[in-house]
């Protein structure tokens, strides 16, 4: 039995299809001109209850996620997102009960379920299905824990071991990161990342585009970081990267690295999280055209980012400070702000203190004629 040639991808949205993924489109006809390409849309996604909740709530993508899984299963086929770019036949890959390929990025491998393959009635399908009909559906990660962090966390069930490299588990046909995601959320696509393996590119939406990098730094009580975390993830925007500065004298690294490894967060090693000097280097780190610098207990609501970005060079929350005096001050740690005004002006300055140094950076980016926007609204 092989995997029939039907490529599903799905739009489950009450906007149309925006019109810079047809290229990707275009690129799956170019190469797989006899392939039937079926697109699970709002209209004809097949209703249960767990794409009836997150279509009336209009988490489409997360809707998506259950879409796309029974539909594979009940016919067989290729999925792909709407903004995969197919370069190359998948022919050969026809032959196997099911693929699917490694993401590998900050040293973590995971199994992505941005294209896979499978014959129809695959058990791993099954498996999916029924961890999303169990799943606790207030999770705060469910988008991605129903997509990579599921395939990932059952491929280990039936064996995989988490390595960038050609395995066959339980059957299933895994490959290596260049086959299908020759480069990371957190990175800019350049050509050369292509390999004679390279048989599709995942451009990630374009996320680096206009891409969010957020930086945690502070006293690391479990509790008050987790709550940032996820008030992070549960941005209306969301950012390709979570960063945090740990004090290397801190006591609690190793749990921290736990935490890191669950949540994908990468981790800079330091002398003191809380000094200026710890904040130029997460920043230099960043790969994000925006950043959002956090205190570990941070609050903000979910739509800061989107309320934000774009609005100026950089946008912040007024301070109480600033409504009554001069209006010259941001909050300190709810700036978003274009790492091209950190780069023009040399970063903040390590002479001053955490706190002082964030005024300074902002006086100097006006004297650069940066914008700064000022809102007046919660965190």
Known sequence: MSIPKIIYSTWINDKPLPAKFQNYIESWKRFLPDYEIRMITLENVSKNPFTKKFIYEKRYAVAAQYARTQRVYETGGLYFDIDVEVIKSFDMLLGNNMFAGIESRSNNNFINNAVFGTCKGNSFLKDCMTYMDNIDVLRNDIEVGTGPLMFTELMKDRGWISENKNCIVSGIQILSSDYFYPYCPDEQYKPDCITENTHAVHHWAATWKNSVSVIIH??????????????????????????????????????????????????????????????????????????????????????????????????????????????????????????????????????????????????????????????????
């Open 218 to 379: 502070g006293n690391y009580l479990k509790e008050e970081l987790i709550k940032t975390i996820e008030v992070v993830k549960k941005q209306t925007v969301k950012v390709i990267e979570i960063i945090l500065i740990n004090d290397r004298k801190n006591t609690h690294s190793l749990k921290l690295q736990e935490l890191a490894e669950l949540h994908k967060i990468k981790i800079i090693e330091t002398d003191n999280s809380l000094s200026v000097s710890a904040k130029n280097a997460a920043v230099d780190f960043a790969k994000g055209k925006w950043i959002l610098i956090l205190k570990s207990g941070d609050k903000l609501e979910k739509t800061f980012i989107e309320k934000t970005i774009d609005k100026g060079d950089i946008v912040g929350i007024e301070t109480e400070y600033a409504v009554k005096k001069e209006n010259q001050h941001l909050k300190n740690d709810f700036m978003l702000f274009k790492k091209e005004v950190w780069e023009k002006i040399s970063g903040y300055d390590e002479k001053l203190i955490d706190g002082y140094d964030s005024n300074d950076f902002l006086k100097r980016a006006a004297v650069r004629g940066y914008t700064i926007k000022r809102l007046k609204t919660k965190v």
